[in-house]
């Protein structure tokens, strides 16, 4: 992304290694901090930096289940 000038990314993992990236990233996460498969995680990448926005929301699926309950 970067060579080409930029924009958005979307990156597919697994949970146990989305949480050893925050923790590498950010100290101040625990070193196992129970990302949940299926959780988004919102990295941000600038200037050489990568800081962590969102770890591990799954309120889409709070979202979903009101959603289906309702049917």
């Not at 060579?3 to 949480?19: K, R, Y």
């Not at 950010?26 to 901090?33: A, C, F, G, L, V």
């Not at 995680?41 to 799954?58: A, N, P, S």
């Amino acid at each position: 992304m970067e060579a080409a000038g930029g924009g958005n990314a979307l990156v597919v993992s697994h949970s146990m290694t989305i949480g050893t990236f925050a923790y590498l990233l950010d100290k101040s996460i625990s070193k196992n901090p129970e990302v949940d498969n299926g959780s988004v995680t919102v990295v941000e990448y600038e200037k050489g930096q990568f800081t962590i926005q969102i770890l591990g929301d799954v309120s889409y699926r709070k979202v979903g289940a009101k959603i289906l309950d309702a049917k």
